[in-house]
């Protein structure tokens, strides 16, 4: 069994070469301002399992990172707009998640830092004068919505910003006001449209590329999936093809194992194609047990954040982790990306949790790089790095994909 783990000569060999990759595929995409992913680290495999366009830990950072972050910020901001003074944060509508309000704070910081007026608020929450952050309130600007050529727009205490930088994932759909000032990421790539087997569909040609480039096969960086379609749940019917359909992937995750000497049981995870905030995800271990299932816990598979209806699923591989606490409790990487490139890592662990399971439950909690990293991130700069910023090029591809 090949790991990955003795092989980080082959990113090092190859790093020149890897870069200037890098740079030509960045240059044929609309590289995002940020983003997020979660990898899994097996040691066997190293990949990408999910990745979110509107990330919202960037309170988990490590102050260290922060004048790094910032830079890259302002980076992305001027190369496309050079004129760019004030940047405006439209936040989800949360008002009572003190962490995601602590994630607003940073980004507010982030970006003053990077050298713009920053402003913070949306029509939604244009009620509170403040919502409240783990460490201090965050105070909202006054917005409000004018029309402008016929089209709703922006306005914050009366005039328009110069960029709106989204941190809301549109799950419930566009949200007014978005059309008449430039935005980032921009609103095709929220939830009401993007599909996380897009973004899979999109990484598959960069890993294959690079993969090549280091000589190995691809399935070391990428988890094997596929789509369930038109999956009505609730129906008995639906739930046996699924689970039938569950069963022969396993299989040939079994048939793959037993060739490549892994001696584990092959678990999938179901997801919400279109979910985030870890609602509607399972793991089994084989199709009888999503049969058995309670409608309690199918309800929670179909339920995506919103109240949108889930009828299509993205099966995929599941790939534990290698990282461990001193007491057995399961880490995973999450990265932080600016403008395409790994700037900040944190780690995700939970001691609830089997090396195995979905680590994003309420009993998990973040360490930075600067704590953890000596623990966790001997491969931070490497394969942790490299499969992020691949994932950041799918990201790019899905947007032109949605343009054309």
Known sequence: MMNLHELTSLIEDKRE?????????????SIPIYGSVDIRDAGWKIAVVDANHFPAGFNNVAKEDEEHLAALLRNHILRRDETCKWVHLYPEAHTRNAAYVENLRTLQRLISKAGFRCTVGSPE??????????????LLDYV????????????????RPDL????????EGIVPGLGTTRVSPPPQMGWHVRRKSNHYE???EYVHEIAEMLGIEPWYLMTDWFISKDKCLDKEACRIELAA??????????TRYQAMGIDREPVVFIKNDSGTYGLGILSVKNGDELLALSNRKMKKLMYSKGGVDVENFLIQEGVPTCLNTESD?????????????AASWFYRINEKKSDIENLNSPSAIFQSHSEVGHLYGKHAHGWHALVAELSMLAMGKEFSAYQN
């Open 17 to 29: 070469e890897i870069t200037s990759w890098m740079e030509e595929k960045r240059s044929e995409v």
């Open 125 to 138: 929450l244009q009620s509170h004068g403040s919502i409240d952050g783990l460490s201090a309130p965050l």
């Open 144 to 159: 409000e919505l004018k029309e402008f050529d016929g089209e709703q727009g922006i306005v914050v205490d009366g005039k």
């Open 164 to 171: 709106i930088l989204l941190n809301n994932d549109l799950t």
């Open 202 to 204: 999109a990484l598959k």
């Open 245 to 254: 359909e569950v069963d022969d992937f396993l299989a040939k995750i079994a």
């Open 329 to 341: 409790g399961p880490v995973e990487p999450v990265v932080y990306l600016v403008d395409g490139q």
